[in-house]
């Protein structure tokens, strides 16, 4: 009873900070479930079912704030999971330990990408450019250069599906910085983008009989609330202040990674 407590407590703390920044949170969640001595396939399978129910929660309160772009999560979803697909089946080619190494490098500079002053919001050009496509963000349009946009979408995709997580570490610089989306919309587009990439993990690991209930649903209520109240502050916070805990719990996670590939 008191270890199931003292799970709910650890996951509701992720689940409210990684939904302010928009990431997944799905490797903290993973770790805290088998530190608690439930066997690894169904702490990744609880790990992915928790994460789908904070995503939702919290991409159901930003989009009543009309904080989620749809079609900018269409055109980004679609090209990153085709390039996550490539980067899980050509993982094989770096050990472990070089994962690990390369994950915490991309998390820190993601991170670091973060702190770069960028203007929000641009304007599609007059007329129609070839590559240049309209984004529809809240009242407001954005163009967006796919010549740009595309090639480091395909690399972020790559890279998440190599090292084996959601994305959303990356997706968020990348809709800020390479997009010019505003940060709260970056965050409530890339939860949209976060649950269904955590409902398809879900399913390929629940086919195998490894999903448990009884641990999950109690554990999932916890991770709705965090979810939700995670989302209203996001909705709350300065942009300037996300940025800056985006980028410090991306650091965190980076040094986590390093030190633990050393073992």
Not at 15 to 36: D, E, H, P, R
Not at 51 to 63: E, G, N, P, S
Request: aromatic share 10%.
């Amino acid at each position: 009873m008191w270890a199931l407590v003292i799970e709910g407590g650890l996951i509701f703390v992720v689940a409210v900070l990684m939904t302010m920044v928009g990431k997944g949170g799905g490797n903290f969640y993973v770790v805290i479930l088998a530190l608690s001595g439930i066997p690894m396939h169904e702490a990744a399978t609880t790990g992915q079912f928790i994460l789908f129910t904070a995503a939702l929660a919290a991409m159901v309160i930003f989009h009543k704030k009309k904080s989620v772009s749809w079609s900018l999560a269409l055109l980004i979803g679609g090209s990153t999971a085709l390039a996550a697909l490539a980067g899980g089946y050509f993982s094989h080619v770096f050990s472990g330990f070089a994962l690990k190494l390369i994950f915490a490098m991309m998390l820190f500079v993601s991170g670091a990408v973060m702190l770069v002053p960028v203007a929000e919001g641009r304007e599609p050009p007059e007329g129609k450019r070839f590559g240049i496509v309209t984004v529809r963000v809240g009242e407001r349009r954005i163009g967006v250069n796919l010549w740009v946009a595309l090639p480091v979408t395909v690399l972020t995709g790559f890279a998440a599906g190599m090292v084996g997580v959601s994305g959303g570490s990356f997706l968020v610089p990348l809709m800020v910085l390479v997009c010019s989306v505003p940060m709260r919309v970056a965050v409530g587009t890339a939860s949209a983008l976060v649950a269904a990439t955590a409902l398809m993990g879900f399913t390929g690991h629940a086919v195998h009989g490894d999903f448990t209930p009884l641990v999950a649903l109690p554990l999932a209520v916890v991770a709705v609330a965090g979810g939700i109240l995670g989302g209203r502050f996001a909705l709350k916070t300065k942009p300037k202040n996300l940025k800056k805990l985006f980028a410090f719990t991306n650091w965190v996670a980076a040094l986590f990674i390093a030190y633990n590939a050393s073992f």
